[in-house]
């Protein structure tokens, strides 16, 4: 399990969760002014915001892949 915590990967996945974390955070505190937007700047930031989580999702497969980490799995060590 410690290994994991060596690997590049891990850290710039549970980057990449940050700054999804800090994205949610920012877009309920603008939500009004989102809520005003075009509906095609509406698409946009949907699509982008699709985009990273199917990222994030790719990089839990390879850290379940690679290292056999699953967070929703309780380790049995």
Request: charged letters at 10%.
């Amino acid at each position: 399990m410690y290994e994991l915590y060596q690997a590049p990967s891990i850290y710039a996945h549970m980057l990449n969760a940050i700054l999804l974390f800090i994205s949610v955070i920012l877009i309920y505190m603008n939500y009004s002014t989102i809520s005003r937007l075009a509906a095609s700047e509406k698409v946009k930031l949907v699509l982008l915001f699709s985009l990273a989580i199917g990222i994030h999702g790719l990089s839990h497969l390879g850290l379940e892949y690679v290292y056999k980490f699953n967070p929703l799995k309780p380790s049995h060590n």
